[in-house]
C-alpha cells in the first residue's frame, strides 16, 4: 500500500477512539512539525510521553549540580539541561553562570578540555536514555586511558521499556506506543516485546519522516489489540540491537531504581556507574527528591498522557519558552514546548 492510501485510510478512521502516545522526544518534535494530527482522523490521539531527557530529570539532581558549582567544579552540560527548573533555581540562573557552565555537543568534548586544564574540576551532566550510553561509555574509556582525573559524571540515566510497563501498570490511558527509533537502534526492538505481551498492547518502532510516522500510526491500528512490536524502520533498527555499544556500556553501567521527573521511582529504570569505578561519580545517588517549582504545574499528568499541555492551567500563562515553570517547556523535544511552538491545540 502506497502512502497516498495510507494518509486517506487515516484521515477517514472512523473506527474505535485511539491513544497513541510516542515515547520519543524526537517523535514528538516532528508530530508537531509536519502537522501530523492534522491529515488523521480526530478519533486518533497522539499523546506525548516520557522520551525527553530532560523533561524526566528531577529537581534534586538540577539542585546538585548547581551545589557543586557553587563548590567550584565547572559543569559541562547538553544546552537544554541549562533551563530546566530545580526546586529554587535553574542552572542558568546561578551567578557568574557563564564561567561555571560549559556547553558541549559531546561528552567526549570535555577529554581536551580537562587534559588542558589539570588543575580544573569538571562535572559532566550525564543525562539521557539508551540512546547516549554509547558515549558515556567511550569517555569513561578516554578518562582511563589518558588517566583524566579532574572529571566526574554525575549520571542521571533512564532507561525506556520499564517506565513504558510502570505507565500501564498505573493505568496510563494508552492503547498503542509509537517506539523510539534512536533507543531501538541501541536496544533493539525486542526489549519492547515483554512488555506488548503482557499488556496487549501494540507498539511501532517509526522513523522520524512525515511518512514513516503515518506508516506506523496505520501499523498500530491494524495491530490494535494484539500484544505485537513491528519495525518499520529496518534500515537502522534490528530486534536484537548494536551488540557492541550494549557490551559497551554493561562493563562500566548497572541497572538501577531511578526517580523521574513527574513518575516518581520506577524500579529498575535506571543505570549507575558500577562500584568498581565510583571514583568517576560526582554523588549521584540519593538524588530523588522531586520539588515543583511551581506547584500547579501538571508535567507528570502531561508526561503520563492524562493531560493535553495547553490543559494545564499555566500552559501559555506564566509558563512559556521564556518562563518555563515545568522541564516539559524547557526542550524542542518536551510536550508542552512542542505545543506552544506549533500552536497545536488537537
Given at each position: 500500500?502506497?502512502?497516498?492510501?495510507?494518509?486517506?485510510?487515516?484521515?477517514?478512521?472512523?473506527?474505535?477512539?485511539?491513544?497513541?502516545?510516542?515515547?520519543?522526544?524526537?517523535?514528538?518534535?516532528?508530530?508537531?512539525?509536519?502537522?501530523?494530527?492534522?491529515?488523521?482522523?480526530?478519533?486518533?490521539?497522539?499523546?506525548?510521553?516520557?522520551?525527553?531527557?530532560?523533561?524526566?530529570?528531577?529537581?534534586?539532581?538540577?539542585?546538585?549540580?548547581?551545589?557543586?558549582?557553587?563548590?567550584?567544579?565547572?559543569?559541562?552540560?547538553?544546552?537544554?539541561?541549562?533551563?530546566?527548573?530545580?526546586?529554587?533555581?535553574?542552572?542558568?540562573?546561578?551567578?557568574?553562570?557563564?564561567?561555571?557552565?560549559?556547553?558541549?555537543?559531546?561528552?567526549?568534548?570535555?577529554?581536551?578540555?580537562?587534559?588542558?586544564?589539570?588543575?580544573?574540576?569538571?562535572?559532566?551532566?550525564?543525562?539521557?536514555?539508551?540512546?547516549?550510553?554509547?558515549?558515556?561509555?567511550?569517555?569513561?574509556?578516554?578518562?582511563?586511558?589518558?588517566?583524566?582525573?579532574?572529571?566526574?559524571?554525575?549520571?542521571?540515566i533512564k532507561t525506556m521499556p520499564e517506565v513504558v510497563g510502570y505507565m500501564l501498570e498505573n493505568g496510563a490511558p494508552v492503547d498503542a506506543f509509537l517506539a523510539p527509533g534512536h533507543v531501538?537502534?541501541?536496544?533493539?526492538?525486542?526489549?519492547?516485546?515483554p512488555i506488548a505481551r503482557k499488556y496487549g498492547v501494540p507498539f511501532a518502532v517509526a522513523g522520524f519522516s512525515p511518512e514513516r510516522l503515518l506508516i506506523a500510526i496505520y501499523g498500530l491500528?491494524?495491530?490494535?489489540?494484539?500484544?505485537?512490536?513491528?519495525?518499520?524502520?529496518?534500515?537502522?533498527?534490528?530486534?536484537?540491537?548494536?551488540?557492541?555499544?550494549?557490551?559497551?556500556?554493561?562493563?562500566?553501567?548497572?541497572?538501577?531504581?531511578?526517580?523521574?521527573?513527574?513518575?516518581?521511582?520506577?524500579?529498575?529504570?535506571?543505570?549507575?556507574?558500577?562500584?568498581?569505578?565510583k571514583e568517576y561519580d560526582a554523588g549521584s545517588m540519593g538524588l530523588d527528591e522531586d520539588i515543583k517549582k511551581n506547584p500547579a504545574c501538571k508535567c507528570d499528568r502531561v508526561l503520563t498522557?492524562?493531560?493535553?499541555?495547553?490543559?494545564?492551567?499555566?500552559?501559555?500563562?506564566?509558563?512559556?519558552?521564556?518562563?518555563?515553570?515545568?522541564?516539559?517547556?524547557?526542550?524542542?523535544?518536551?510536550?508542552?514546548?512542542?505545543?506552544?511552538?506549533?500552536?497545536?491545540?488537537?
Amino acid at each position: 500500500m502506497d502512502i497516498n492510501n495510507i494518509i486517506e485510510k487515516l484521515k477517514f478512521y472512523d473506527g474505535p477512539k485511539l491513544r497513541i502516545m510516542e515515547i520519543c522526544g524526537s517523535h514528538t518534535e516532528a508530530v508537531s512539525k509536519y502537522g501530523i494530527p492534522s491529515v488523521i482522523s480526530d478519533r486518533i490521539k497522539l499523546l506525548s510521553g516520557p522520551g525527553c531527557p530532560v523533561c524526566v530529570t528531577t529537581s534534586a539532581y538540577i539542585d546538585r549540580l548547581i551545589e557543586l558549582a557553587d563548590e567550584g567544579n565547572i559543569i559541562a552540560t547538553f544546552g537544554d539541561l541549562i533551563r530546566v527548573p530545580g526546586s529554587v533555581r535553574a542552572l542558568g540562573d546561578i551567578n557568574d553562570a557563564g564561567s561555571r557552565i560549559k556547553m558541549l555537543y559531546s561528552p567526549l568534548d570535555i577529554v581536551p578540555i580537562a587534559m588542558e586544564n589539570r588543575e580544573t574540576r569538571f562535572v559532566f551532566a550525564a543525562v539521557g536514555f539508551e540512546t547516549t550510553m554509547p558515549l558515556y561509555a567511550l569517555l569513561m574509556d578516554e578518562l582511563i586511558e589518558k588517566n583524566i582525573k579532574n572529571v566526574r559524571l554525575l549520571t542521571a540515566i533512564k532507561t525506556m521499556p520499564e517506565v513504558v510497563g510502570y505507565m500501564l501498570e498505573n493505568g496510563a490511558p494508552v492503547d498503542a506506543f509509537l517506539a523510539p527509533g534512536h533507543v531501538s537502534v541501541v536496544t533493539g526492538y525486542g526489549v519492547f516485546e515483554p512488555i506488548a505481551r503482557k499488556y496487549g498492547v501494540p507498539f511501532a518502532v517509526a522513523g522520524f519522516s512525515p511518512e514513516r510516522l503515518l506508516i506506523a500510526i496505520y501499523g498500530l491500528i491494524k495491530e490494535m489489540g494484539n500484544g505485537s512490536v513491528k519495525n518499520y524502520y529496518p534500515s537502522v533498527v534490528n530486534r536484537e540491537g548494536n551488540l557492541l555499544a550494549r557490551a559497551r556500556t554493561e562493563k562500566y553501567f548497572e541497572k538501577c531504581d531511578a526517580v523521574w521527573r513527574g513518575l516518581g521511582n520506577v524500579a529498575e529504570s535506571g543505570l549507575r556507574l558500577k562500584k568498581e569505578y565510583k571514583e568517576y561519580d560526582a554523588g549521584s545517588m540519593g538524588l530523588d527528591e522531586d520539588i515543583k517549582k511551581n506547584p500547579a504545574c501538571k508535567c507528570d499528568r502531561v508526561l503520563t498522557g492524562r493531560l493535553r499541555p495547553y490543559e494545564c492551567p499555566l500552559y501559555g500563562v506564566v509558563c512559556t519558552p521564556k518562563t518555563p515553570q515545568g522541564a516539559c517547556m524547557v526542550s524542542t523535544e518536551g510536550s508542552c514546548y512542542s505545543y506552544y511552538v506549533n500552536k497545536r491545540t488537537d
